[in-house]
Nanobody, 124 residues
Framework: QVQLVESGGGLVQAGDSLRLSCVVS????????IGWFRQAPGNDREFVAS????????HYTDSVKGRFTISRDNAESTVYLQMNRLKPEDTAVYYC?????????????????WGQGTQVTVSS
């Protein structure tokens, strides 16, 4: 059984940084593409960033380009989301997702496994 566990969320002020972590177990991590999604109250879940199995290909939604960086450490079975210059509109529950494939995708139906989420709140 594949498990994804997120951590690193919290309450910060606008302009601050946070680093989210996602630890994956139960599947060969190095062959699993990973994505980060977020959901704010009243909104649909939206794509944030994704990374291929090798880490060589990444995708970002336009609103986070230049501020967020996704990376992975295959030796530690962990994916990170470094979030800089946070804005109040980044406030959401952030979810880590894995897929049975090596290619990074940008829509939630393409992911097979989901974590429980971690709350990020950015105050103005």
């Amino acid at each position: 059984q594949v498990q994804l566990v997120e951590s690193g969320g919290g309450l910060v002020q606008a302009g601050d940084s946070l680093r989210l972590s996602c630890v994956v177990s139960g599947r060969t991590f190095s062959s699993t593409a990973i994505g980060w999604f977020r959901q704010a109250p009243g909104n649909d879940r939206e794509f944030v960033a994704s990374i291929s199995w090798s880490g060589g290909i990444t995708h970002y939604t336009d609103s986070v380009k230049g501020r967020f960086t996704i990376s992975r450490d295959n030796a530690e079975s962990t994916v990170y989301l470094q979030m800089n210059r946070l804005k109040p509109e980044d406030t959401a529950v952030y979810y880590c997702a894995g897929r049975r494939g090596t290619v990074a995708m940008v829509t939630s139906p393409q992911y097979d496994y989901w974590g429980q989420g971690t709350q990020v709140t950015v105050s103005s």
